[in-house]
């Protein structure tokens, strides 16, 4: 039976970008201070293994929209989905829910909205690689390859330290976009109109912060600096995906270079942090008790921060592919409780779908983590204990006969597009048959040094890992 409308709860999304799973308070790091994110552990769900379908901005978050693994729903690379694509926002919208989104969504394509009925911030924007105005995307070959987008990480440390950058004034537009949007929503005083009173609301606030650049405000810059432990002396992984764009210290830059990154990346996280906080007071300040809501926090991916000597994301190390996800509903699940099965965050979509009693579309990935966080012992349920993440290696726009190509499994799968398939404490990954395969058991090494392909007393296991990528559609030999 499907919940009476005025039963259904409020939904809050919090999400930031690039945030590493171990850089908060509630994970047990004794440096960095969320206090607003500790909070929401207290009172509700923390998955400790969770992992983003890919480990790259553009598609993970059209991934969790869409409850899909990226080769389910059409992401060769940095796409968005087709326009009027079945996304959770689209799906709850249909069912009563007044959607809102503010801040980054990272949509690439003409359909903007993708669901949202209601859009702030000033991350609404086409690309230029989609310029037909019937509202189907192609690739342009004007734009410029790849690496001309950015310069490389190490003047990226270099320059870090004190600054408003770009990002944290975005931040500071959304969050102020939001606080009016929840005045408006729950109080508008000026007409005194109960607009929210009739309807159950999603609102996403959505930061770009820890992204790089590695910038912060003065007072947090001070604060961390000779507080952090950057990673440094860290070897290179050998392997000419995972190792690549490395960074060497006392070669490439200086331990204090490193220091101030990771000082100003801490110093953004607490930022996101102080963000949260004044969303979550504007909610309480407009009367509204935040036991009955549902409030998640996850971010898109983790951030490298110089472990192994790189930076930033791409990677299937744990720093870049795993993430926070939180899920509270105080009213209703446990508080303080942490489950260490492996969940995706396309699980996010059947989960809230199951928690609020609507439909669970077919062709989903995702799974429900309600009876997850419904079982008084978690993790003794079954549940099927395996996650995937993929990431592209195109790095140039592709024209629309080369899309269809490269859609093709046969083809996307030949090394066009990185694996990886984490079961247990065991993480196996493909990059194609011209690149070595890593299978990592982090068990018995967390820290991931030692690739354990070739070890024979993981035979069985490693063929079962590439069955299961050749069921995917992966050319692996």
Known sequence: MIMSLISMPNILILMSDEHRFDVTGYAGNQIIRTPSLDSIAKQGVEFTNAYTPSPVCVPARQCIMAGQYPSHCGLSGWDDLEPGYLTFPRHFSRH??????????HHEGPDQMQGWIHRIGDDTKVSPRYIDQK??????RYNRPFGDYKWDDRKEILRAGIGDAFHTKKDVYTVQGAENFIEEYFLSPYYDRERGAHQPLMLKVSLLQPHYPYFCDEELFKYYLNRVEPFENEPVFDHPFLGERGIKSGVDVTPRDLRRATAAYYGMVETVDRHFAQILRALELAGQDLD??????????????????????QKFFESSVRVPFLISW????????????????????????????????EGLDSRSLVPLIEAKNPDSQAWDNEVLSMFSKARQPLLPEE????MDKAIIHEGGMNLMIKRDDLKYQFYGTDLPEVLFD???DPHETTNLIDNADYGTVIEKFRNRGRELGYKIP
């Open 96 to 105: 009563a829910y007044y959607t809102a989104a503010c801040g980054k969504l």
């Open 135 to 140: 509202n189907t995307a192609y690739f342009d």
């Open 292 to 313: 009955q809501w549902i409030i998640v926090y996850m971010s898109d991916h983790g951030e490298m921060l110089g472990e192994h000597g790189v930076w930033e994301k």
């Open 330 to 361: 105080p009213a209703k699940w446990p508080q303080g409780m942490k489950i260490s099965k492996n969940v995706n965050l396309t699980d996010l979509f059947a989960t809230l779908c199951d928690a609020v009693e609507l439909p669970i579309p």
């Open 403 to 406: 899309l269809k190509g490269f």
């Open 442 to 444: 982090l068990e018995r």
